[in-house]
């Protein structure tokens, strides 16, 4: 059973900066690309930040040269690290990788159960 737990969402003022992590736990053969969505209250999920198993990142336009993705390997663990928070940014936080367990080894999406983010004075 593989599963995704975040950490780190809480309150900041604008102008602030939040780390988010999201730890993968279980019997775990591989894990592809790591990535992170939102989605603010009476809106789309949307996709924030994704993290290649090379490494390669691409952002959503409107965090882009804020927001960092990065992982660890060793540890199946994604970041985001989030600066110069606006109010806009405000949202649950959701994790997603695509992993592949050792019951079965082929690749599946898991998503971990969210984390608030709330910018505001």
């Known amino acids: 059973q593989v599963q995704l737990v975040e950490s780190g969402g809480g309150l900041v003022q604008p102008g602030g900066s939040l780390t988010l992590s999201c730890a993968a736990s279980?019997?775990?053969?591989?894990?592809?690309?790591m990535a992170w969505y939102r989605q603010a209250l009476g809106k789309e999920r949307e996709l924030v930040a994704i993290?290649?198993?090379?490494?390669?990142?691409d952002y959503l336009d409107s965090v882009k040269g804020r927001f960092t993705i990065s992982r660890d390997n060793v540890k199946n663990t994604v970041y985001l690290q989030m600066n110069s928070l606006k109010p806009e940014d405000t949202a649950v936080y959701l994790c997603?990788?695509?992993?592949?367990?050792?019951?079965?080894?082929?690749?599946?999406?898991?998503w971990g159960q969210g984390t608030q983010v709330t910018v505001s004075a």
């Open positions: 997603n990788a695509i992993v592949a367990p050792y019951t079965d080894m082929r690749y599946w999406p898991y």
């Open positions: 993290i290649e198993s090379d490494s390669s990142t």
């Open positions: 279980g019997t775990i053969f591989g894990i592809d690309a």
